[in-house]
């Protein structure tokens, strides 16, 4: 089993080398193959980007200031009048393919400047360096827009780790804060437990000398005042129950809350320091990719 880890380790190495690594931008001067002929023309090779959206610019930059429409057959792409202000100030012909090569993509382009007249090897120096340069430059656009995205998902990633630690630091300072609330709340309740106690126990004591005295009055309206009386001192004593078994409600509520909180904050905790772990891991990452795209930019 050892060789077996050994080797994905190693595999999973190699391949975080290669997300992260950028790749060189080449440009060389080769014949292309056309149909059934072979141009005169330069290959650049654009690494790791999508071939559709490649592709798509492409044309689009082809396009670009002139009514000239690109026309593709099987995979060969053909303008006639393109206008590239840096190659040439005349219309020219572009014939270009674009190949899929494993991690790279490979765009060869003949540009004819005039009937059979191609830039390439015997052409004017200085047409020669503008067109490279301007192969070279839309490679590395899209070089760039692509570790852009790259580097725009990783970002997310480190945006949504940092939201869910704010989540957890949120919910333990409102727990934290609950504590604090059902402790002033027990304190509260238990000093009016306390109160109505004493209320309880003197209310308890007026009704039973009230009684007494009822028991010894002849009927008439002072003994019925007197049952009045009685009812009232009982209806008092029966809220101040009910009320003493509210606060013990509350309280019974506030130390649930309390050990609830209590056995949560150190389950917090520990994922906030898992998260701290990731998010320190991910501005690793992050900062691989920013510098990714530095050197892409200073290609």
């Not at 931008?25 to 141009?39: C, M, N, R, W, Y």
């Not at 899929?100 to 993509?105: E, F, R, T």
């Not at 300072?173 to 209320?199: A, P």
């Not at 050990?259 to 905790?269: A, T």
Request: with cysteine.
């Amino acid at each position: 089993m050892k060789p077996i880890k050994s080797i994905l380790v190693l595999a999973a190495l190699a391949s975080s080398s290669f997300i992260f690594a950028q790749k060189p931008i080449t440009v060389s001067e080769d014949s292309i193959p056309f149909g059934v002929s072979k141009l005169p023309g330069l290959a650049v090779t654009i690494p790791q980007v999508n071939y559709d959206k490649t592709q798509k610019n492409w044309i689009k930059e082809l396009q670009s200031g002139t009514k000239s429409k690109i026309v593709d057959e099987g995979g060969e792409m053909t303008i006639f009048g393109a206008y590239i202000k840096d190659i040439s100030p005349n219309p020219i012909n572009i014939y270009s393919k674009l190949m899929n090569q494993d991690s790279l993509l490979r765009l060869m382009v003949s540009l004819e400047l005039k009937k059979d007249q191609y830039i390439g090897r015997g052409s004017g120096d200085a047409e020669l360096t503008a067109a490279k340069a301007f192969l070279k430059d839309f490679a590395k656009d899209q070089y760039i827009d692509f570790v852009k995205d790259e580097l725009q998902v990783e970002d997310k990633k480190l945006k949504d780790l940092n939201n869910e630690l704010n989540k957890l630091q949120n919910d333990k300072s409102r727990m934290q804060k609950s504590i604090q609330t059902s402790r002033t709340t027990i304190t509260t309740e238990k000093d009016n437990i306390l109160l109505q106690n004493n209320e309880v126990t003197k209310v308890t004591a007026e009704l039973l000398e009230q009684n007494n005295q009822l028991s010894a009055m002849e009927e008439g309206a002072a003994k019925e005042e007197k049952a009045t009386y009685i009812k009232d001192l009982e209806k008092r004593k029966k809220k101040l129950l009910n009320d003493i078994e509210s606060s013990e409600n509350k309280i019974t509520k506030a130390n649930n809350e309390i050990n609830d909180c209590d056995r949560d904050i150190p389950k917090n905790e520990s994922e906030q320091e898992t998260l701290r772990g990731k998010i320190a891991q991910q501005e690793g990452i992050v900062q691989k990719f920013t510098d990714k795209l530095n050197n892409v930019k200073a290609f």
